[in-house]
């Protein structure tokens, strides 16, 4: 028997090596392993952040109440001669671990308030230039407000299965969103059929599309040149994981230049399908739009 | 021969030792007694609880491995970047039957199931106060099922468990397999709401002489509040469904966004009920581990009163957090932080169960039973999933969070390392009472550990997927970062679980005719149903001993080792 115990608890601490030595193997192929991306947008590093403080918080009590389990079940195995201690509870202990789990939920309600500013409310465009970004802000009355008022507002419009954004002026473009970087950029998302959610992993949390509301967020990208990637994140039909989306950054000029082409293509592909239509319309074969 | 022995206790119990008389009872008059009707015919009429329990059982058992085959399918699909072995509309129905069978066709009716053979065994009754309305309740759950599952053969619902609108509407999916999955939620759920009414009843008005509130065994004080929260979260999701189907076929547009409707108000009336839901799948589990751990460690369960207080708290504290399901839906801050809030108070009440259970352990002196290894497996793993469930609970976090990979990873933690765990330690725990045979302990320990380690392979990683990126419900990924690899690691892992299931779906088949006899009480347990044989005679009790504690049989056992104590004394006097 004893023997037979040992083998067991040899086992065990083998079993738990090889748990530990996974994750530590899957910590060292990618630093994004125990945490949410982050680093395209602030909002999303202040939730990395957030993340970090609570995972510790939660680790820690989570390694108390396993290894406390563990070593009670090492300790008090049933033995020879042993005879189990009839308790049947304590009230003081019943209080104490009580009040401990209610210190740790303020605790972290606490530090999520503190934070949560920086994530929810938009910050200030960077580089301070006071040169128009093509088009204005609209305003409307629920959109989260941009301090210094230099900020661009994008609309997002999820469609089965396909991301389209309007940019001021009526330019838009489908899956692949162009905004410049250093600037903030608020988003108004929207559907026209089903649910659909907004993520862009590395630019923050999501932020669902539902037909009938319109939805915020916002975003701000350090530095041009970076393509980040995400898809729609709520079950949309059959599609849904082709669903993608794409955010290129680039400088403020690029994205001038960016909104002028757009501008021209848009103009020439209209006056392209206006003169097909005319085209067609005589021999009777075109319908008015 | 079961009556017999019966009989004798009865008679000699009692004579041996005052204590034990039983309180003269009401007498049921029997007009005549039903013909026994041969072979199946027994069993589709039958009235009694503990038949109808194990109809309940085996029924939830068998659709827990349609469930379990539909898992490993889409577990297959996604074992490999950009595959092409099942294409998005099967894939969308796989994942929509995966998650309604787990729960409205296994966990809920598997926990019925337990409730209906035990609860009267345990509080010394006769049977369930309306038994009738008992087999009415089981054969709406077995229809219910079926009709969910006709739809294969035209077809299948592809809207998910939540069948979120407008995608549930009739525009975006005209099939009738979304009407199949209303009327599963219809039948199922009057089939629970006449269970929980008798349930409740039966607990309010048939204990046994002296078993007051303080003395009802644990499993039956979450059986209380898995009946109350039936009764009140149930009639929201049929109304709701109602709503969807005269959306679908009658013209009215209650979820119609360009007709007025709201699909927000969906979400509203599905997680009203929902997130009740998963506490009524999980506070029975949470009973089974509070019978479990005392028997196996020897001791008293430890803080009684704190325990089947928590399991009230958290069945109120369940009716007011839904929206913590919609924290990505266009709500206010202010609807945010009172729903983040009260998701995090449950912590506590929860918080309380799990130190309670460890604190059990204490000085205790534990026999390292198959039902006790589930037990704890239960203990650690859902402790996991508590505390990245109060993580997802912080909505600045649930942002990146919700709709992943992580959610995912949390829930099966619960779910699975929860109520599965629970249940397979109840399976067990009470086969050799519902057989009068034992289970195979050198196969049931295998099943845990093939179970554990396949459980840990398949969920721990989907933690990282998620945080990675990965959203929930998706039928291919591309081949980047670490997305392949952690996927078939997940793969690898669920076929293991599998595995270890079906080790102990084997272990009950073999065990029905070939375990060894388990006698009336195997465990030298602590509840009432441990009194009468195994298997318990029709009439489950011959004459009810009177209840003085939470541990009758302890209590019995102990009066019966001082009686034959005494009478050995009396035929060989001490020597002095």
């Known amino acids: 028997m004893p023997r037979a115990l040992g083998a067991r608890r040899r086992f065990s601490l083998v079993f738990a090596a090889c748990l530990l030595g996974l994750l530590a193997f899957a910590a060292g192929a990618s630093a994004d392993v125990l945490s949410p991306e982050s680093g395209g947008s602030p909002n999303a590093d202040l939730v990395d952040t957030l993340w970090w403080i609570v995972f510790v918080i939660a680790l820690l009590v989570l390694t108390g109440v396993l290894g406390t389990l563990l070593l009670f079940i090492v300790k008090y195995r049933a033995r020879k001669g042993r005879v189990a201690a009839q308790i049947h509870g304590n009230t003081r202990l019943e209080i104490g671990w009580t009040v401990g789990a209610a210190v740790i939920v303020v605790a972290l309600t606490v530090v999520t308030f503190i934070m949560l500013p920086g994530i929810k409310d938009p910050e200030e465009s960077g580089g301070g230039q006071s040169a128009s970004l093509a088009g204005a802000q609209l305003v409307s009355v629920d959109q989260p407000k941009v301090p210094g008022g230099r900020s661009l507002t994008i609309d997002v419009n999820g469609q089965q299965y396909i991301w389209r954004y309007t940019y001021p002026g009526g330019v838009y473009s489908y899956e692949e969103m162009v905004v410049p970087a250093n600037v903030t950029v608020v988003l108004r998302i929207r559907s026209q059929d089903v649910a659909h959610s907004w993520w862009i992993p590395k630019m923050g949390g999501k932020m669902d599309a539902l037909p009938g509301y319109t939805n915020y967020t916002w975003l701000k990208a350090p530095k041009p040149g970076v393509i980040y990637r995400g898809q729609c994140a709520e079950l949309c039909g059959r599609n849904h994981a082709d669903m993608v989306a794409r955010v290129r950054v680039v400088t403020e000029e690029e994205y001038r230049a960016f909104i002028a082409s757009k501008r021209q293509q848009i103009q020439q592909a209209n006056r392209d399908a206006t003169a097909q239509r005319q085209r067609l319309q005589p021999r009777g074969q075109g319908r008015e739009p | 021969m079961e009556a017999a022995t019966t009989h004798t206790e009865t008679t000699t119990v009692p004579s041996v030792q005052p204590a034990l008389r039983t309180r003269p009872r009401p007498q049921i008059v029997a007009h005549s007694v039903p013909r026994r009707r041969a072979g199946w015919i027994d069993w589709v009429t039958t009235v009694d609880h503990k038949k109808i329990g194990i109809m309940y059982m085996v029924t939830a058992f068998v659709f827990f491995l349609v469930g379990g085959v539909e898992a490993l399918l889409m577990r297959l699909q996604l074992g490999a970047p950009e595959n092409t072995l099942i294409d998005p509309e099967k894939y969308n129905a796989l994942l929509t039957m995966h998650g309604t069978t787990m729960i ?132 929201t999701i049929a109304a709701a469904v109602t709503l969807l189907l005269t959306d679908r076929h009658f013209g009215t547009h209650f979820f119609n966004p360009s007709q007025g409707g709201s699909p927000l108000l969906w979400q509203h009336l599905f997680w009203f009920f929902g997130h009740p839901e998963v506490y009524i799948m999980i506070l029975p589990g949470f009973g089974i581990i509070s019978e479990v751990l005392p028997v196996f460690a020897r001791k008293p369960i430890f803080g009684y009163k704190a325990v089947a207080a928590a399991s009230v708290g958290i069945a109120f504290l369940s009716l007011l957090v839904w929206a913590h399901h919609m924290f990505t839906t266009p709500v206010s801050t202010a609807v945010l932080a009172f729903f983040m809030l009260s998701s995090m108070i449950i912590a506590v009440p929860t918080g309380i169960k799990v130190f309670n259970w460890v604190a059990t352990l204490w000085r205790g002196t534990i026999e390292l039973k198959t039902p006790m290894y589930f037990a704890l497996g239960f203990l650690g793993f859902f402790t996991l999933g508590g505390v990245s469930g109060v993580i997802l609970a912080i909505f600045p976090i649930d942002w990146q969070l919700h709709d992943t990979y992580f959610v995912v990873a949390h829930f099966h933690y619960v779910l699975v390392a929860g109520a599965v765990n629970a249940i397979l330690a109840g399976i067990y725990y009470w086969f050799p009472k519902i057989t009068g045979r034992m289970l195979s302990e050198a196969l049931g320990k295998i099943s845990f550990w093939l179970t554990f380690v396949g459980f840990n392979l398949t969920f721990l990683i989907q933690h990282s997927l998620g945080m990675s990126g990965m959203p929930r419900r998706i039928y291919e990924y591309p081949d980047v970062g670490q997305l392949p690899i952690w996927n078939l690691i997940s793969t690898i892992g669920s076929f293991v679980l599998g595995v270890g299931v079906l080790v102990t779906a084997y272990n009950v088949v073999r065990s029905v005719k070939k375990g060894k006899p388990a006698g009336p009480d195997p465990w030298k347990a602590n509840t009432l149903e441990w009194f009468t044989p195994s298997p318990p005679p029709a009439n489950n009790f011959d004459a009810v001993p009177r209840i003085r504690s939470v541990e009758p049989m302890k209590d019995i056992r102990r009066a019966v080792q001082r009686a034959t104590r005494e009478q050995r004394e009396e035929r060989e006097p001490v020597k002095g």
């Open chain 2, 104 to 235: 409205f066709l296994f966990v809920v009716p598997m926990m019925a199931g337990f409730g209906n053979y035990m609860l009267p065994l345990m509080i010394g009754a006769r049977d369930m106060a309306f038994p009738r309305l008992n087999a009415w309740s089981y054969w709406m759950f077995l229809f219910g099922g079926l009709v969910f599952y006709a739809s294969v053969f035209y077809a299948p619902p592809e809207a998910g468990w939540t069948s979120y609108a407008p995608l549930s509407s009739e525009a975006y999916l005209p099939n009738g397999g979304i009407d199949a999955w209303i009327f599963l939620v219809h039948l199922t759920g009057l089939s629970s709401i006449f269970g929980a009414i008798n349930f409740y009843v039966t607990i309010a008005n048939m204990r046994a002489p002296g078993m007051g509130w303080g003395r009802l065994p644990l499993f039956v004080w979450t059986l209380l509040t898995f009946s109350v929260l039936l009764i009140l979260a149930l009639p």
